[in-house]
């Protein structure tokens, strides 16, 4: 075997741009059906302004419908520290994200913050995660480049990085939040941080479109750069609606996960149950989604 790999499936990414809400014992149920299946950790839920992500706003009583993560990883977003607050209080929660943007004109639109402000941000939140025994783990957002002019280049992303480990951040996943990247980009770009911080910890949030063998290339990017930590959805279904105007979707976890399986990896997922799961995210895809 290979090893495992730390595979992070993302219901929350796929549904927070679904205009019908999805009832709250549907999301639950199906959440039910993935632990049953294998994954282990979930990003499912986000604390943010109902204004903005109205999908997300029953995320406590989510959460409440779950059984104890008993050494599994359920996560959920949060854009400032009204959102660490809820999360604080939140039942069965044990990871909060916080979508850190190396590119100023995401930053302002994904969390109404600069990059500036945010940097004091992420200390305070640091502390309040700790202090509640919650792991805060920060997505570097638009990690691979952006549409919008900004600079960018990958000793930025190495620099951004080691801010973060100098802060104590111990989880960073690097995000193609737009879907800007091809997987030469990846693998570089994941390539010159990992030698100069270490993978430990390092993973990869990646958007493609849905062509298997680009998806298959950009995880071989990403192994080959030496990280072990995926995130995807089935159906490969999502993407920020703060991104940008054509959605690009998260790497599919019904190709992903077969494919690092015939690699040799561990991936800790009934594999045979993926078809089925695809198909009930697809149900709520065509149910909701418009």
């Known amino acids: 075997m290979e090893g495992r790999v730390t595979y992070v ?62 050494g599994r990883d359920y996560l959920a977003i949060v854009a400032n520290e009204r959102g660490m607050g809820r999360a604080l209080v939140a039942r069965n929660l044990t990871s909060v994200g916080y979508p850190f943007s190396i590119s100023e004109t995401f930053q302002r639109k994904n969390t109404r913050r600069s990059v500036a402000d945010s940097w004091s941000l992420v200390e305070r939140m640091l502390e309040l995660a700790r202090s509640d025994g919650l792991e805060l783990v920060i997505y570097v957002s638009m990690g691979f480049g952006n549409p919008y002019g900004d600079p960018w280049s990958p000793d930025q992303v190495v620099d951004f990085v080691g801010r973060l480990r100098e ?5 960073i996943a690097i995000a193609d939040t737009y879907g800007v990247a091809g997987h030469e980009r990846v693998h570089e770009v994941l390539r010159a941080v990992a030698a100069a911080h270490g993978t430990v910890g390092l993973g990869a949030h990646l958007h493609s479109r849905p062509d298997p063998d680009e998806v298959r290339a950009k995880v071989d990017a990403v192994l080959d750069a030496g990280v072990r930590w995926l995130e995807g959805a089935l159906g490969g279904i999502g993407g920020c609606p703060f991104a940008g105007d054509e959605l690009v979707g998260n790497l599919p976890t019904e190709v992903v996960l077969p494919y690092l399986a015939g690699l040799g990896f561990e991936v800790g997922v009934d594999v045979g149950t993926l078809d089925r799961l695809s198909a009930e995210a697809n149900r709520l895809r065509v149910q909701y989604a418009g």
């Open 9 to 70: 499936e993302c219901p929350r990414d796929a549904w927070q741009g679904f205009a019908r809400t999805i009832p709250t014992e549907e999301k639950a149920a199906f959440l039910r059906r993935l632990l049953e299946a294998g994954f282990d950790h979930l990003d499912l839920a986000s604390f943010v302004s109902p204004k903005w992500v109205p999908q997300m706003a029953d995320s406590e009583e989510v959460l409440r419908l779950l059984p104890p993560p008993g």
């Open 167 to 171: 802060l104590g951040v111990r989880r």
